[in-house]
Every structure is written in structure tokens, then in C-alpha cells.
T-cell receptor
């Protein structure tokens, strides 16, 4: 079956611009997660959805970052007024939402802010 | 903040040798997971060990968990060139679905 997919795979933008990153989770997975990974570091948690609602958004660094999952499947991470420090690989993961839960990751979107 | 914290070392070993890496964490956990990452992109889930388990095997992988020491180890036996990657441990604190990752261990297997 299909895994988690993310688009685009690479995104180059200019400082101050708005970007949207998309994640398609594994079909039937109710839980969806966004992480951000800087060079040489492990992924850092951003936000977690259970169904359509954000169950935990405490990892979002500031109010320029926002994510939605309107139908409980596809999610979009939105970044306003991008800054050079936002450059990173943005990873999405999904899980079944039940029990001790394995999170399955997508290939990531590499965001470069010039 | 990140809980999982691997020993920050890069391992370089010959094909066929075993590779061991360690991870420590700070707070109580529900489970601990190990992931592999190639070329800085998507993470591949390797193994999940619950807080009430002490050891788990999956193919050439062996994971141990010592909750009294708040540490885990990942052993890869009979390494192959294809095992060259970064390996991360990630903890899932109890009652919390957010994974806290360490900085990763870079393993290079020389053919």
C-alpha cells in the first residue's frame, strides 16, 4: 500500500513569502504529525492531529506557522512571512492512532528560504 | 525539547562487524522507537520497544531498554554496506504522542 507522501519534495522561496507544504497520510490513519529537521539534528515535533483537530500544537515555533487537516486526511502546513531560519526539512508522519503507535514518515519537504 | 539523546559518535565499521549505539532519555516513557534515515530525508521505522519490555529482536536488529537507567541500545549484527545511515532513537512520553528525537548516530559500513 502507499506510504506517506509529501509535496513538494523541494521548495525554494524568498524571505517574507508564504509557503504551503502538503502531506498525504497512509489511508485510514487517524493521527498525523509534523516535524522539522535542521541539518545535523534530529526531527523536532511541531504539531499533532487526531482526526481533524490539532490535539497538540505546542511545538509550533511561533504564530507564523499554522497547520490544518480539514477532512481528517490530507494536511497542509502553512508558513507566513518566511525567514531564513525556517529552512529545514519538514517531515510528516501518520499512525493508526491506537495503542503504542508506530509513526510512519514521509520523504519530507526540503524548504530553503533565500 | 528533545529527550532521546544518542551517544554523539560516528561509527565506521567493516562489513560483517556488529554496530552498537546507545540512547539515553530523561523522563518516563511509554515506548521507545528506533529509526533509520538515509541522506537526510524520510525516516524508516526499525523497531518499537514498550516501557515494560527489556529486549526485542527484529532480523539483524537487537534493541534493549533499561528504564532504571533511562537508556536503550541498538545492535546491528553482521552489518552490510546498505546499513550505512543515520540512526535515531525517539521516545514517546507517557500520555503523549509527540516523539522526542535524539541527534542521531551516523554509521558507515565499509564494504
Amino acid at each position: 500500500g502507499a506510504g506517506v507522501s509529501q509535496t513538494p519534495s523541494n521548495k525554494v522561496t524568498e524571505k517574507g513569502k508564504y509557503v504551503e507544504l502538503r502531506c498525504d497520510p497512509i489511508s485510514g490513519h487517524t493521527a498525523l504529525y509534523w516535524y522539522r529537521q535542521s541539518l545535523g539534528q534530529g526531527p523536532e515535533f511541531l504539531i499533532y492531529f487526531q482526526g481533524t483537530g490539532a490535539a497538540d500544537d505546542s511545538g509550533l515555533p511561533n504564530d507564523r506557522f499554522f497547520a490544518v487537516r480539514p477532512e481528517g486526511s490530507v494536511s497542509t502546513l502553512k508558513i507566513q512571512r518566511t525567514e531564513r531560519g525556517d529552512s529545514a526539512v519538514y517531515l510528516c508522519a501518520s499512525s493508526s492512532g491506537q495503542g503504542p503507535d508506530t509513526q510512519y514518515f514521509g520523504p519530507g519537504t526540503r524548504l530553503t528560504v533565500l | 525539547s528533545q529527550q532521546g539523546e544518542e551517544d554523539p559518535q560516528a561509527l565506521s565499521i567493516q562489513e560483517g562487524e556488529n554496530a552498537t549505539m546507545n540512547c539515553s532519555y530523561k523522563t518516563s516513557i511509554n515506548n521507545l522507537q528506533w529509526y533509520r534515515q538515509n541522506s537526510g530525508r524520510g525516516l524508516v521505522h526499525l523497531i518499537l520497544i514498550r516501557s515494560n519490555e527489556r529486549e526485542k529482536h527484529s532480523g539483524r536488529l537487537r534493541v534493549t531498554l533499561d528504564t532504571s537507567k533511562k537508556s536503550s541500545s541498538l545492535l546491528i549484527t553482521a552489518s552490510r554496506a546498505a546499513d550505512t545511515a543515520s540512526y535515531f532513537c525517539a521516545t514517546d512520553a507517557q500520555g503523549n504522542n509527540r516523539l522526542a528525537f535524539g541527534k542521531g548516530n551516523q554509521v558507515v559500513v565499509i564494504p
